[in-house]
């Protein structure tokens, strides 16, 4: 936990966000990610803008998404101070005679975990933000692709770019969201990835593979635009 809230944020999420602020864009950007450490957040952008697909770390939840607050809902929540584990460097084991394990804050009896979604997960909670932002970004692609299908011109139509770093395949959500959005409206998919920087062919939109580190590239790109 400790590392995820010092971890620093290198050069490329500063290009990448100083894209995002560019007067072309007018706002019109998302950032579909599936980390969980919060460091989109931390580098500056507009946390509604941030739809995080597998939660976040920072955050914690009963490990039973059946349990309920006052009001009757179940949520997931930020700790007042940030959860300390000592623990056995040997066995990676906690250490519970040195720091109490976190308890859920509605229920009081069962231990809290972090908001992560984890593969088969049955018990993740969702965030009640997080539902709100992940209907924000379905509104936008939504009225993207209406927009375009108004417009006879193809020359006139949103011009689309999905640029997507470290997408890997063996948890591969954000690949097939890039791919599954330009495919949806058009435009040009931009893979940033050392190894996995394969692009599949489609006649009707570009793609464009990249096999650099995130920081190299998005500042490179920022400084040619």
């Not at 809902?73 to 007042?80: C, E, G, I, L, R």
């Not at 330009?182 to 435009?187: A, D, P, Y």
Request: with cysteine; net charge neutral; charged share 20%.
């Amino acid at each position: 936990m400790q590392m995820y809230r010092t971890a620093g944020v290198h050069s490329g999420y500063e290009a990448m966000l100083k894209i995002s602020q560019l007067p072309s864009l007018a706002g019109n950007y998302f950032c579909y990610t599936s980390n969980i450490d919060g460091m989109l957040q931390r580098a500056g952008f507009d946390s509604s803008r941030v739809r995080e697909i597998h939660g976040n770390i920072h955050r914690l939840q009963c490990t039973s998404a059946s349990c309920r607050d006052q009001q009757g809902t179940s949520d997931a929540w930020v700790p007042a101070t940030p959860v300390e584990l000592a623990y056995d460097r040997a066995t990676m084991m906690a250490d519970t005679t040195r720091t109490p394990l976190p308890r859920c804050r509605n229920c009081q009896t069962r231990l809290a975990r972090p908001n992560v979604w984890f593969c088969h997960d049955t018990d993740y909670v969702y965030h009640k933000s997080a539902d709100a932002i992940s209907r924000a970004y379905q509104a936008l692609c939504d009225d993207m692709e209406e927009r375009n299908r108004r417009v006879l011109n193809p020359d006139a139509r949103c011009k689309t770019v999905v640029v997507e770093v470290g997408c890997g395949l063996i948890i591969p959500s954000g690949r097939v969201e890039a791919e599954d959005l330009v495919e949806r409206l058009g435009g040009t998919l931009i893979r940033i990835n050392p190894v996995d920087y394969m692009v599949p062919e489609h006649p009707a939109h570009a793609s464009i593979g990249l096999p650099v580190g995130a920081a190299e590239a998005l500042t490179e790109i920022y400084n040619r635009l």
